[in-house]
Nanobody, 123 residues
């Protein structure tokens, strides 16, 4: 059974950094998309970033140049380095996995989700 465990959230000031982690277990597919999504209070969940098994990374326009997604296959962990955080980045962040493909990761029907980790950025 696939399990994703998010961690690394916290409360920071604008301009500071955080690194989110997502520990993955029970995942054996060599074809996958992994992604980060976020949901702010009163808003719909939105795509933040994704990376595929072939290393193709994609980002929402709102985080390009500030966030970096990466993966450590040896540790079965997905990361999201978030720099120069802004108050509008405040949200619950979720990692997600889709084992059915390696292309079009922002649009995949993600099957597995972490429990979420809260990021709060104050001005």
């Amino acid at each position: 059974q696939v399990q994703l465990v998010d961690s690394g959230g916290g409360s920071v000031q604008a301009g500071e950094s955080l690194r989110l982690s997502c520990a993955v277990s029970g995942y054996t597919s060599s074809r996958y998309c992994m992604g980060w999504f976020r949901q702010a209070p009163g808003k719909e969940r939105e795509f933040v970033s994704s990376i595929s098994a072939i290393g193709m990374a994609e980002y929402a326009d709102s985080v390009k140049g500030r966030f970096t997604i990466s993966q450590d296959n040896a540790k079965a962990t997905l990361y999201l380095q978030m720099n120069n955080l802004k108050p509008e980045d405040t949200a619950m962040y979720y990692c997600a996995a889709d084992p059915s493909g390696v292309y079009g990761c922002p649009y995949r029907p993600y099957n597995y989700w972490g429990q979420g980790t809260q990021v709060t950025v104050s001005s």
